[in-house]
């Protein structure tokens, strides 16, 4: 390391001799070893620099009282979990990260705050229990930036979900190489119910290479050439999965359908309650020849499957390959959480994602006027013949 060859230059340098004067005062040596000692002390600062590969932490939060916290990585960057003992409000741990890291500090009550640590670093953090949403953190660039920003916007009230977007947008535009650009990317974008992905994009473009390749925007912008192409307005992909029966169901099984597939799990409360909805759905639109409901477990395993399609009443066509969140349409139809839906135009266009029961109403009366249509059509072609 440099500053270790120049402490090294240093010391060698001054336990030479002087040979050239022989002659130095008593006071003149005395005023030589004070300015020496000075310049130690200088120079020591400088070789020490971050030579520990530890990172020391400590803090208090007051009102905190005895506890246990814990500390794990926002990623596989830092893919353990430590645990943080807490006294009298007082904490302090030593930590071993591999090189610069982004970590969570978890509190009893399951709220928690983000933190970022590098070898070296000596982070502080400061606050108190009845604003844990608010603390200051101390240590490195990263932590500082993002305690600057917080305190911004507390100083805004109760600022507008666009206010909030605009200020974390901003930030991430000034702040190209800082960890806490990440976190605010994920908190104000990624994270919103219906991402703007091409906003999101524009916003990563700035980043510097070394924040592009943490694993959390390398995932990002994965997920989101996902969520591209399986957008509303594609071809969605051809599928193929067994029923219960262990018959193979494709696309081409609902050819010129509309076909709402609906994609639930037997472990998902939410999606067992959702069920009611698509019976509603299934007896409504059971009598249109042009529309079609096709169910799509992630289930693991085969019995509890069967048992919930039984107990819930699902009359409607259900597939399940068994893979959960491996199976093949739901990584091409890029969905995330359970449940959901994907409606299919007759010719595989993806018509809409995750649509209220109002939605898919308005779209069966859509269809049965569209089919009215045809209808007469037909009739007046019939009638123009016989003429």
Not at 280 to 296: C, E, H, M, T, V
Request: charge should be positive; aromatic fraction near 10%.
């Amino acid at each position: 390391m440099p500053g270790i060859e120049i402490c090294r230059a240093f010391f060698f340098i001054h336990t030479k001799k002087n040979y050239f004067r022989s002659n130095v005062s008593e006071e003149e040596s005395r005023m030589k070893n004070i300015y020496l000692a000075y310049f130690l002390i200088i120079m020591l600062s400088a070789c020490g620099g971050k030579s520990s590969d530890t990172v020391s932490l400590s803090g208090e939060i007051k009102g905190l009282g005895n506890d246990t916290l814990y500390i794990y990585g926002a990623d596989e960057m830092y893919d353990r979990m430590d645990t943080l003992p807490v006294e009298n409000g007082k904490f302090s741990k030593t930590l071993s990260p591999d090189t610069l890291v982004a970590a969570w500090l978890l509190f009893s009550d399951g709220s928690r705050y983000p933190f970022f640590m590098d070898k070296g670093d000596k982070i502080h953090i400061k606050g108190s229990a009845a604003e844990l949403n608010s603390m200051e953190i101390t240590g490195n660039p990263h932590n500082e930036e993002l305690t600057a920003f917080r305190k911004e916007l507390k100083g805004l009230g109760k600022p507008s979900e666009k206010v909030l977007e605009e200020k974390a947008g901003k930030f991430i535009n000034e702040h190209h190489s800082s960890l806490a650009s990440i976190y605010l990317l994920d908190k104000y974008f990624a994270q919103k119910e219906k991402p703007d992905y091409t906003l999101i994009k524009q916003l990563t473009e700035h980043m510097t290479g070394e924040l592009k390749d943490r694993p959390y925007i390398d995932g990002l912008l994965d997920r989101i050439q996902e969520e591209e192409k399986a957008a509303t307005g594609k071809t969605a992909a051809y599928f193929r999965l067994p029923n219960a029966e262990g018959k193979q169901i494709t696309r081409s099984n609902f050819k010129d359908q509309y076909l709402l597939i609906h994609f639930w799990a037997s472990w998902d409360t939410v999606s067992r309650d959702s069920n009611a909805v698509y019976r509603r759905i299934y007896r409504k639109g059971q009598k249109n020849k042009k529309f079609a409901l096709l169910g799509i477990s992630l289930d693991l395993n085969k019995d509890n499957w069967k048992k919930a399609i039984e107990t819930d009443t699902l009359k409607w066509e259900q597939a399940c390959d068994l893979s959960g969140w491996e199976t093949g349409v739901v990584k091409q139809l890029a969905i995330r959480t359970l449940p959901a839906n994907v409606l299919l135009s007759p010719s595989g266009r993806i018509e809409g994602k995750n649509l209220s029961e109002t939605a898919i109403e308005k779209k069966l009366k859509d269809i049965e006027e569209q089919e009215k249509k045809e209808k007469k059509r037909e009739i007046e072609n019939e009638r123009k013949k016989k003429r």
